[in-house]
């Protein structure tokens, strides 16, 4: 028989990334900006499209790690989603240049260890373990191959019949609505304007996959219930999953990353509930992509991987 403890590095490292990260958002929120969602059109903005990967693993960041390093390509103007270690940029004969700084990436694993209990038995235990990494950009590296860079092409977005085939596996019922766009929780079921009712198809297309990633809460899916942590916070919680889920979805299926819900009234809510919980938006961030992991499992995205190099915390 097994039991799960967790365990995470105590000390400074820890509580300066918890307090890093949600400082970081809140500067963002209060300067009328979300940092997952950003203006569409500059080189940069395009490179977010793309889901930033180990590049030599050539393995998907998920969950928190998408959203530091596609913020580090928007402050930055990187090129491209390539990322690599200090010693995996060595390791392929490239060199970080002097006075680089990288992104903080973090890893959530788990492992097992035996111990020996009252009676003599011999019982297995599950525990959690958290490790940070420093991750650069290969446009901070030099030396690497030129398969490191690869020109730049344009990004097909994903058509609206194409759209509507991928959510038509995920067996959600959806019924047609006036002017507001919901998930409706008693009835299981979300409910969508017209598509005339949006600005663009891709728009509508966003909008659904906002709800989407609601409807993953309902306990025959994921199971998502944020009121058992955040109380008073759970509908601001809930709708950060949605947002964060929705922009990652989104690059999934080939989505400008700037097309979500509306997100203006929830925005004091979001710096309300991040100033009381540290944590508060890393644990959001996770649900995001479990439900994301959900919904591209139930109905894969052509040519989509959904690879995890992180886990939930």
Known sequence: MSRSTSYAPSGGERTNFYDDITNKIIAELQQGRVPWVQPWGTAATKAQLALPKNAATDRTYSGINVLILWGAVIQHGFSGQSWLTFRQALALGGHVRKGERGEIVVYYGQAKKMRERSSGEQAE?????LKFFTAFNADQIEGLPDRFFPAAVETDILPIAAHEAWF???????????????YIPSKDVIGMPPLAAFDSADHYAATLNHEAVHATGAAHRVGRDMSKRFSAHALAAEELVA????????AHLGLPPDHLSDHASYVGHWMKLLKDDKRAFLAAAAQAQTAVDWLLAKSPAHGASVTRIDHNP
């Open 125 to 129: 235990d599950t525990f959690r373990f």
């Open 168 to 182: 038509a596996k995920l067996d959600i019922k959806r019924i047609l609505t006036q002017d507001i766009a919901c």
């Open 243 to 250: 947002e964060i889920g929705a922009s990652i979805l989104g």
